[in-house]
Structures are given as C-alpha cells and as structure tokens.
C-alpha cells in the first residue's frame, strides 16, 4: 500500500470513530453551522464533541502547520481527508473567515508570533472574524476607500465605514483595511487587525432581499489600534488584501457546487418528464456542473502544487457563482408556485425562495464577475489596455 | 488520480505538439484540401504516425503496442485538433482498436500490425441515420453457410473509402432500438455485395455511404459476441466520443489563442480591439468554458483508463461540453475576426468546420446532454 493509501485508511478509521453520528448528516441552514467564536452557542453536544475532537487532532485546518494549530498534512494527504469525510457525510467541524482568509494571508505575511498566536485562536474555533474592506463610496474600486487610521505613535486612532461586513455583529474582531498614507493610493494602505468590543466600534444590521439579515454597517469613532496589530508593513496593506482575495475567491468559487456530483434533477423528475423544454436546460446545467467539479478539482491539483496561474481563482469564482445562480433559477422553476411560499412550513420557511435570492450575492462577494472578467482578461489572456 | 499530467504524458504531449506543428500543420490540411484529395488524408503522413509510435497508443504491448490509455491518446488528438491534422487517427487507433482489443487473437493479429506500420486504415459504419442513433440500428445479419449476410445501408463513414476494413454494426436478433441482439463484424473492404459512395464534408474529410447487399462473412467476422455486440459497440463508441472531445478542446483552443492574437494587434478607432471591454468580457468567458472542457474530458478520461463505474456519465458530460465549448470558440473566433474572419484565406473559418463534424461524430452535444439527463436519473 502507498502512504497516501496508508494515509487514507487511517484518516477513515479516525473518522470512523470520532465523527459523531449526527454529525454525518447535512447542515439544514446556516444556524447549523459551526462557527466558533466567543458568543457562538453550539447548537448539540455532538456539534461541540466533533469540533473539540478535530481540534486535538489539527482537523479543522488540516494543511496549516501544526505549530499553528494544524495537522501539518500535505495537499495530497488533505485532498484525501476531504474525500473521506464527504464519502462518510461528515460536516465541516468549523467554518470561518478566519480558515479561509485571514489564516492563509497571516501565513503569508504575518510575523512568528502573529501566526502562533492569531491562527492558533481560529484553528481552535477561538474567536470569530469579519472582514472590513469595502465602504459605501468603495466596492469594486476598493482601492479609493478612505477609512482613515491617524499615527499616534504607538497606535492609530481609526474613524471612518465600512458596509457590507458579512457577520459583524457575530464577530469578535475585524481584519481591516485602512488607509495610513493619504497621499499614497496602492501603498497608503494598512492592514490591521482588531476586537470589535473596542470603544468606538459600532454596527447596524442591513436586511438582504433574502429576508435575512447577515451582514452589517460597521462604524469606526475614534478607535484605538496598537502598532502591534498590522499585518505585513505600514502602508503595504494592499498586497495582504489581494493575498487574501485570491483565497477568497478560491472559496466563494467552491460554493459553486452542491459539495458532490449527485444532480437535482433526479428528485425533480416527476415535474420535469412533464416539461421537456425544463428538463433540457437541467440537462445542460448537468453538464456544467460536472464541469465545474472537474474543474475545480484540476484547479486545486494544480494550485496546491503551484502550477496554476496566480490569478485563474478569479476564473474559478466567475464559473462558480454563475453556475450557482443558474441552479437556484431551476430549483424555482422547477417548484413552482410551492417555491414561491416564503413563510409556509411546506416551504420550510421559504427556505427555496430565501437560497434563490441569497444566491444573487455569490457574484458580487468577494468581487462581481465584471470585476473577474476583466482579471482574467487582462492577468490571464493579457489583453491590452488599463 | 491526480488531475495534472505526469512527466511522462508531458513529454509525450511535447513530443505530439512538435510533431504535429511541424509535420500536419494547417497549411498541410490546405495543400490536401486544394488538391481535392481523394482519402482527405496524406497516408505518407499516417506512415509518420506510425514511426512516432502514435498509431499503436492504445494497442496493448502484448499485441505490440504502446498499451497506454486514453490520456495519452487525447493528448496527440488535442495537438491534432490544434492544427486541424488530417488523419485515420481517431476512427483507426482509437475507435477501431478500442473494438478490436475485445476481439480474439486470430483478429488481432489480422489488423493491428497494419495500423501499428501505419498502412491500414479502418473505417466506423454505425450510423444509419443522420443523427446519432446506434441503438436503433437495423441493418441486418443473418445466419448464413458458415457465417452471416450482412443487408442495410450504413453513412457518415468517415475514410469508409480508404478504409481496408469496416467495423459495421449489425442486428442478429432483436428488432432496432433494442441494445440486445446486436453484433459486431469486420468487414473487408473488397468484400462481395459492399459498395461505396464517398461525399465530401464540409471540413473537407471524405465520409461514405455505405451498402450492404447480402455481404457474406465468415464466423470468425464477429468481434466480441454475437447478439452481444452493445457491450463492444459501447466500449468503441465511448473511445470515439472522448477522443472526438479532445480533438475538439484542440481545435477550440487552437482557434481560441489564434482569436486572442488577432484581437492584440488588430487596431480600430486608434486601439488595438483587444482594449475594448465587451470583447475581453466574452474573451475570457470564452476561456473559462474551454478550461472546464478541458478538465472534464481529463477526467472522463482517467475514469475510463481505471475502468470506474461513473466513466460513462462523465464521457456524455464531456462530449457535450467539449462540444458547446469548441462551438462557442470558434463562432466568437470568426465573429471577432470580422470580415476577414469570412474569407478562406484565414484559418479561422477552417476551425468553424471542424468543429461542426467533430460535433456530430458519435452524437452531439445535445445527444450527450440528453444521456447526461438519463443516467442522473431523470
Ligand atoms: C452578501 C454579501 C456579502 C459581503 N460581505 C462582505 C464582507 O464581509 N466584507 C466586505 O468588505 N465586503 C463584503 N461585501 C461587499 C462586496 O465585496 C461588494 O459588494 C463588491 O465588491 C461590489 O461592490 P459594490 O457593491 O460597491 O458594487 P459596485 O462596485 O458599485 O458595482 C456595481 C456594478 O458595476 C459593475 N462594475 C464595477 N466596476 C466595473 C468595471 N471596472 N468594469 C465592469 N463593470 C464594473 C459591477 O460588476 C456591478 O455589476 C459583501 C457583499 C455581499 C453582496
Ligand atoms: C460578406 C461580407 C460582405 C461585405 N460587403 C461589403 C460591401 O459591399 N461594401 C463594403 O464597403 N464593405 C463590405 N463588407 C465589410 C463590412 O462592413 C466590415 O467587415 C465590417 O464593417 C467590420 O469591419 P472589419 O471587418 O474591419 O472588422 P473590425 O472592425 O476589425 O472588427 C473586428 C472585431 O472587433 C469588434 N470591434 C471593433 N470595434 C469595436 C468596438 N469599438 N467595441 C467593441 N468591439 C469592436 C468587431 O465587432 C469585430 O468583432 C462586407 C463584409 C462581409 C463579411
């Protein structure tokens, strides 16, 4: 048997034994999901027992080294442990901003003890993060933001907004982007890093389309931010910002897909053998999404061992999300009048209705797909012009 | 498995780039086209296939061959797509070998030495119809002496008129749309009762019409089963269908990077085109459908290479996507090329032709999409 096969027999039998059962079956909705932090109530003893039980073994961020709370293992190793969870149904012990952003930006960029200390808390599911980047004047063209950081020696008092900080009224901190050089555009930025209980910090929940309310305004008044909590140098924030973008997107895009290749249509087949123009353009989408997943897996195999292009996550996020938005468009077609109930406890709660309009977000977070097209275009195809 | 190319394919995809840029570039395929080739192929060519060891890639290595899958296969019918290379390579080293590794010795030892020296060429005769439809087959094979007669008519036989040998697909029982019952046969081109007419495609390759008027074979004809002919006829028509979409993410790419080239130097209203947003926007969109094709057909191929049990929905996923993704390559290619995009002189509208009978060879991507649909369970 090679190690990897090694590997994956014992990766089963770890699973085996200490994923608890309840935790092998899929999250219903996000108040589902683990999230960590310092207020986060755990939803069963279960959910509790499988997130201390991958902490102590490194599994809730299995390629991070273990220093910093990882399990060390090698892309290939991780790639197989993914394969053994989703093959045993087993949930994401721990999903956060933290793991998929800040973590690989802090690894990057952050100093020794930065990364002991920052990826240490997120690994054991500590303390909960959002991300403060864009402002209201400030979206696509993140880099005209104007959140503005004053140097007072050994900290800077910070006054300005952000909005559409996803989970700010969850998080314990914030990673922050603020402009420290009024003079300097790209290299005027700074990346810092601070708790959302500071005197000064303040946010107000915006009401999605969706019905829900995930993401906030956050107001900064005079806040205090030690020197110590920068990531990367002054002024050089924005090279942090895209790091972390990149793996972002890499996120985001994975949201493309339903976790695995099985199609909807077989459960819709009632309605869609009555509808033959219906069950054409499901057909189609089958097909992309069995692209996608091909795609995606290429890409990882590709990007972990540094072949891919620096910037293809952004293609993967464009493909991603608009597969995504296209799925939920059948899903209500499919449903019909049932999919349009918002409130019904058929609907459950409206739960189709309620993903479809949620969905419409995945091409705008983290960066819309004009913003991507015009990535690829010009970093990938190197087209001409600004 | 990995979704990357080892060393080896690396160097082999290197070695079949070389080759073919060099030796079948496009102004190959136009020198044969211009002449009004008979076969739509130079066999002198096919003879340097051979010598690079392409011929025989997927022929086991007990037989002689290379014995290697359907990875590398496609990774010199992606250089073939490429350069719109004119060769049996798809219908004899692929979809012929693919039946014949299911055929007993005797057969074997019969073909794969010619196509091994690059000297024979076999022809597909499945169609019957002008879409794909190899269940419905109702050509007919009736016992007879010490063998069978073959009577029905066959087309889209692409080479079919020099071809040495004809795979044809044939019913002994049953009655057509039923996969049981049916066999498959090699039948020799010289053969009493087969006639041919060829008919010149749009991509300038030669396709027959076939008929078969009580075409006696012996016993030993049949490849694979006889009324067990579906499990070949799959096997063949699979390793047709994922090697048609590798030549067809060559021919896409191929016309994609020669569209990107155009739109970096051609100059309107003092810019070179490629400035403007909505030609970027549908430029890389354009890339990221040929990226995915390419993934997906990469991995319908490793899946048929270790025999997985989900190869077939991945091999009608791919075909299809291959196929929308070529097809959304080569219409921008000729659209964004404006009006010399129109003319001969350019080879972009050569990869627009292509394109179009890689589409319908062994079921378009409707056809697959369709499969797709069924095999999901809908
Ligand atoms: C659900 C959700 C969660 C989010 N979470 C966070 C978060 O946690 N933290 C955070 O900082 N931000 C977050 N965002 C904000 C998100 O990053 C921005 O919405 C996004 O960057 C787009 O900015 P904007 O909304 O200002 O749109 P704009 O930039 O004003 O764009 C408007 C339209 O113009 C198009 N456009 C803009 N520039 C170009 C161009 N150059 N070429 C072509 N078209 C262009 C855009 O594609 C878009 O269609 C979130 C957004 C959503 C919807
Ligand atoms: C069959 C045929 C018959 C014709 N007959 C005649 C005739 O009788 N008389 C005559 O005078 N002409 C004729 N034409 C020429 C025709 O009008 C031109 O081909 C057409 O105007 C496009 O110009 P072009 O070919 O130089 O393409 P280009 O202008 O070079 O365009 C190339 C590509 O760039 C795109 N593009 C260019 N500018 C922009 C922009 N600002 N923003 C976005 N995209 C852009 C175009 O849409 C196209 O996709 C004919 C053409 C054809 C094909």
């Given at each position: 048997m090679s190690e990897l096969e090694t590997f994956r027999a014992e990766a089963r039998a770890w699973l085996e034994e200490n994923c608890p059962a309840e935790m092998r079956t899929p999250a219903k909705g996000d108040e589902d999901v683990c999230w960590g932090g310092r207020n986060f109530v755990f939803q069963s003893e279960a959910q509790k027992l499988w997130l201390e039980r991958c902490v102590a073994k490194g599994y809730t961020v299995p390629d991070w080294p273990k220093a910093y709370g990882g399990a060390g293992l090698s892309p290939q190793?991780?790639?197989?442990?993914?394969?053994?969870?989703?093959?045993?149904?087993?949930?994401?012990?721990?999903?956060?901003?933290?793991?998929?952003?800040?973590?690989?930006?802090?690894?990057?960029?952050?100093?020794?003890?930065?990364?002991?200390?920052?990826?240490?808390?997120?690994?054991?599911?500590?303390?909960?993060?959002?991300?403060?980047?864009?402002?209201?004047?400030?979206?696509?063209?993140?880099?005209?933001?104007?959140?503005?950081?004053?140097?007072?020696?050994?900290?800077?008092?910070?006054?300005?907004?952000?909005?559409?900080?996803?989970?700010?009224?969850?998080?314990?901190?914030?990673?922050?982007?603020?402009?420290?050089?009024?003079?300097?555009?790209?290299?005027?930025?700074?990346?810092?890093?601070?708790?959302?209980?500071?005197?000064?910090?303040?946010?107000?929940?915006?009401?999605?389309?969706?019905g829900n309310s995930p993401f906030c305004e956050t107001f900064f008044d005079n806040v205090v931010v030690p020197k110590h909590q920068i990531v990367g140098e002054v002024n050089r924030g924005w090279d942090v910002a895209k790091y972390l973008?990149?793996?972002?997107?890499?996120?985001?895009?994975?949201?493309?897909?339903?976790?695995?290749?099985?199609?909807?249509?077989?459960?819709?087949?009632?309605?869609?053998?009555?509808?033959?123009?219906?069950?054409?353009?499901?057909?189609?989408?089958?097909?992309?999404?069995?692209?996608?997943?091909?795609?995606?897996?290429?890409?990882?195999?590709?990007?972990?061992?540094?072949?891919?292009?620096?910037?293809?996550?952004?293609?993967?996020?464009?493909?991603?999300?608009?597969?995504?938005?296209?799925?939920?468009?059948?899903?209500?077609?499919?449903?019909?009048?049932?999919?349009?109930?918002?409130?019904?406890?058929?609907?459950?709660?409206?739960?189709?209705?309620?993903?479809?309009?949620?969905?419409?977000?995945?091409?705008?977070?983290?960066?819309?797909?004009?913003?991507?097209?015009?990535v690829v275009s010009k970093r990938i195809l190197e087209m001409p012009g600004a | 498995m990995a979704m990357t190319l080892t060393d080896d394919q690396n160097m082999l995809r290197d070695t079949a780039r070389d080759f073919m840029a060099s030796e079948a570039p496009v102004t190959h395929f136009r020198k044969f086209r211009d002449m009004g080739c008979k076969d739509g192929f130079s066999h002198g060519l096919w003879k340097q296939f051979a010598e690079m060891g392409f011929t025989g890639i997927l022929i086991p290595e007990a037989d002689g061959g290379m014995g290697m899958g359907q990875i590398e296969a496609g990774i010199v019918l992606e250089e073939i797509g490429r350069n719109l290379s004119p060769s049996p390579f798809l219908t004899t080293s692929v979809a012929a070998v693919e039946a014949l590794k299911l055929a007993d010795k005797a057969m074997r030892d019969r073909w794969f030495p010619g196509i091994l020296a690059g000297e024979t060429v076999i022809g597909i005769a499945i169609e019957e119809g002008v879409k794909h439809r190899p269940e419905k087959i109702a050509c007919v094979?009736?016992?007879?002496?010490?063998?069978?007669?073959?009577?029905?008519?066959?087309?889209?036989?692409?080479?079919?008129?020099?071809?040495?040998?004809?795979?044809?697909?044939?019913?002994?029982?049953?009655?057509?749309?039923?996969?049981?019952?049916?066999?498959?046969?090699?039948?020799?081109?010289?053969?009493?009762?087969?006639?041919?007419?060829?008919?010149?495609?749009?991509?300038?390759?030669?396709?027959?019409?076939?008929?078969?008027?009580?075409?006696?074979?012996?016993?030993?004809?049949?490849?694979?089963?006889?009324?067990?002919?579906?499990?070949?006829?799959?096997?063949?028509?699979?390793?047709?269908?994922?090697?048609?979409?590798?030549?067809?993410v060559g021919v896409g790419t191929g016309a994609m990077y020669m569209t990107f080239e155009y739109l970096k130097t051609r100059k309107q209203f003092d810019r070179v085109?490629?400035?403007?947003?909505?030609?970027?926007?549908?430029?890389?969109?354009?890339?990221?459908?040929?990226?995915?094709?390419?993934?997906?057909?990469?991995?319908?191929?490793?899946?048929?290479?270790?025999?997985?049990?989900?190869?077939?929905?991945y091999v009608a996923a791919a075909k299809a996507k291959a196929g929308l993704a070529c097809n959304l390559s080569v219409?921008?290619?000729?659209?964004?090329?404006?009006?010399?995009?129109?003319?001969?002189?350019?080879?972009?509208?050569?990869?627009?032709?292509?394109?179009?009978?890689?589409?319908?060879?062994f079921g378009d991507a409707y056809y697959h999409a369709d499969r797709v649909a069924t095999m999901n369970g809908y």
């Amino acid at each position: 048997m090679s190690e990897l096969e090694t590997f994956r027999a014992e990766a089963r039998a770890w699973l085996e034994e200490n994923c608890p059962a309840e935790m092998r079956t899929p999250a219903k909705g996000d108040e589902d999901v683990c999230w960590g932090g310092r207020n986060f109530v755990f939803q069963s003893e279960a959910q509790k027992l499988w997130l201390e039980r991958c902490v102590a073994k490194g599994y809730t961020v299995p390629d991070w080294p273990k220093a910093y709370g990882g399990a060390g293992l090698s892309p290939q190793e991780t790639k197989v442990l993914r394969q053994e969870m989703a093959k045993l149904g087993c949930r994401s012990p721990l999903n956060s901003f933290g793991i998929w952003m800040l973590g690989p930006a802090l690894l990057k960029f952050g100093t020794e003890e930065q990364k002991v200390h920052y990826m240490g808390q997120i690994a054991r599911g500590e303390i909960r993060w959002c991300q403060g980047y864009s402002e209201p004047g400030s979206g696509s063209d993140l880099v005209s933001m104007q959140t503005f950081g004053e140097d007072k020696g050994d900290h800077w008092v910070v006054n300005g907004q952000k909005i559409w900080t996803s989970y700010a009224d969850k998080a314990d901190w914030i990673f922050c982007l603020v402009r420290t050089d009024k003079t300097n555009k790209y290299q005027g930025i700074s990346f810092l890093l601070f708790d959302m209980e500071t005197p000064g910090v303040s946010t107000k929940p915006i009401k999605l389309i969706s019905g829900n309310s995930p993401f906030c305004e956050t107001f900064f008044d005079n806040v205090v931010v030690p020197k110590h909590q920068i990531v990367g140098e002054v002024n050089r924030g924005w090279d942090v910002a895209k790091y972390l973008l990149g793996h972002e997107r890499e996120m985001i895009s994975g949201m493309g897909g339903d976790g695995g290749v099985t199609s909807i249509g077989a459960a819709m087949k009632a309605t869609l053998s009555q509808e033959p123009v219906l069950r054409a353009q499901m057909a189609l989408f089958d097909v992309d999404n069995l692209t996608f997943r091909a795609h995606g897996e290429r890409f990882m195999d590709e990007w972990k061992t540094g072949k891919a292009h620096p910037a293809y996550s952004n293609l993967m996020k464009y493909v991603g999300t608009e597969l995504n938005k296209k799925r939920n468009e059948l899903v209500m077609s499919i449903g019909g009048s049932q999919a349009l109930e918002w409130e019904s406890e058929r609907s459950n709660g409206g739960s189709k209705a309620r993903n479809w309009l949620r969905t419409k977000a995945n091409s705008i977070e983290g960066g819309t797909s004009e913003v991507m097209l015009n990535v690829v275009s010009k970093r990938i195809l190197e087209m001409p012009g600004a | 498995m990995a979704m990357t190319l080892t060393d080896d394919q690396n160097m082999l995809r290197d070695t079949a780039r070389d080759f073919m840029a060099s030796e079948a570039p496009v102004t190959h395929f136009r020198k044969f086209r211009d002449m009004g080739c008979k076969d739509g192929f130079s066999h002198g060519l096919w003879k340097q296939f051979a010598e690079m060891g392409f011929t025989g890639i997927l022929i086991p290595e007990a037989d002689g061959g290379m014995g290697m899958g359907q990875i590398e296969a496609g990774i010199v019918l992606e250089e073939i797509g490429r350069n719109l290379s004119p060769s049996p390579f798809l219908t004899t080293s692929v979809a012929a070998v693919e039946a014949l590794k299911l055929a007993d010795k005797a057969m074997r030892d019969r073909w794969f030495p010619g196509i091994l020296a690059g000297e024979t060429v076999i022809g597909i005769a499945i169609e019957e119809g002008v879409k794909h439809r190899p269940e419905k087959i109702a050509c007919v094979a009736e016992r007879s002496g010490n063998g069978f007669k073959l009577t029905g008519q066959k087309q889209f036989v692409v080479q079919g008129v020099s071809s040495d040998m004809l795979i044809v697909a044939a019913r002994t029982a049953g009655v057509a749309g039923e996969t049981d019952g049916l066999t498959l046969f090699a039948v020799d081109k010289d053969a009493a009762g087969l006639s041919m007419e060829a008919a010149r495609l749009v991509d300038s390759a030669v396709a027959a019409h076939v008929k078969l008027d009580g075409v006696q074979v012996d016993a030993d004809a049949v490849i694979g089963e006889v009324d067990g002919g579906w499990a070949v006829l799959s096997k063949m028509l699979d390793a047709g269908r994922v090697g048609a979409a590798a030549e067809m993410v060559g021919v896409g790419t191929g016309a994609m990077y020669m569209t990107f080239e155009y739109l970096k130097t051609r100059k309107q209203f003092d810019r070179v085109i490629g400035e403007f947003q909505a030609l970027q926007h549908r430029a890389a969109h354009l890339y990221g459908e040929m990226e995915g094709a390419r993934s997906i057909v990469l991995k319908a191929q490793s899946l048929m290479d270790e025999g997985h049990a989900k190869a077939e929905l991945y091999v009608a996923a791919a075909k299809a996507k291959a196929g929308l993704a070529c097809n959304l390559s080569v219409r921008e290619g000729v659209q964004m090329h404006g009006g010399i995009g129109m003319t001969d002189e350019y080879d972009i509208g050569l990869y627009m032709k292509r394109d179009r009978s890689l589409n319908e060879f062994f079921g378009d991507a409707y056809y697959h999409a369709d499969r797709v649909a069924t095999m999901n369970g809908y």
